[in-house]
Nanobody, 126 residues
Framework: DVQLQASGGGLVQAGGSLRLSCVAS????????IGWFRQAPRKEREGVSC????????LYADSVKGRFTISSDRAKNTVYLQMNSLKPEDAADYYC???????????????????WGQGTLVTVSS
């Protein structure tokens, strides 16, 4: 049974930082790409970042490049998303997912999602 548990969201002022965590179970961690996507009210789902195990290659949407960093700890089956210089437009529910296809096109990170869990809410005050 594949499970992905996201955590670490909260309320932060614009310019602040948060670190999200995603613990995966029920999968062989090294065999999967893990991605983060976000969903804000009245907006389309947006791919944020992806890390491909085991080589650790990463992809980012242009909207977060240079501010967000994705990493993984294989020993803990955990993927992190360090979010710095947060902006009000970053506010959303953030989800982690196992990812099949992924490509950056016109600055957007497009991903195919296979499994995902509950999101974690990020609120950014201006």
């Amino acid at each position: 049974d594949v499970q992905l548990q996201a955590s670490g969201g909260g309320l932060v002022q614009a310019g602040g930082s948060l670190r999200l965590s995603c613990v995966a179970s029920g999968i062989t961690f090294e065999d999967y790409a893990i991605g983060w996507f976000r969903q804000a009210p009245r907006k389309e789902r947006e791919g944020v970042s992806c890390i491909v195990n085991p080589d650790g290659s990463t992809l980012y949407a242009d909207s977060v490049k240079g501010r967000f960093t994705i990493s993984s700890d294989r020993a803990k089956n955990t993927v992190y998303l360090q979010m710095n210089s947060l902006k009000p437009e970053d506010a959303a529910d953030y989800y982690c997912a196992t990812v099949t296809d992924r490509v950056v096109r016109n600055g957007f990170l497009l991903m195919g999602y296979e499994n995902w869990g509950q999101g974690t809410l990020v609120t950014v005050s201006s």
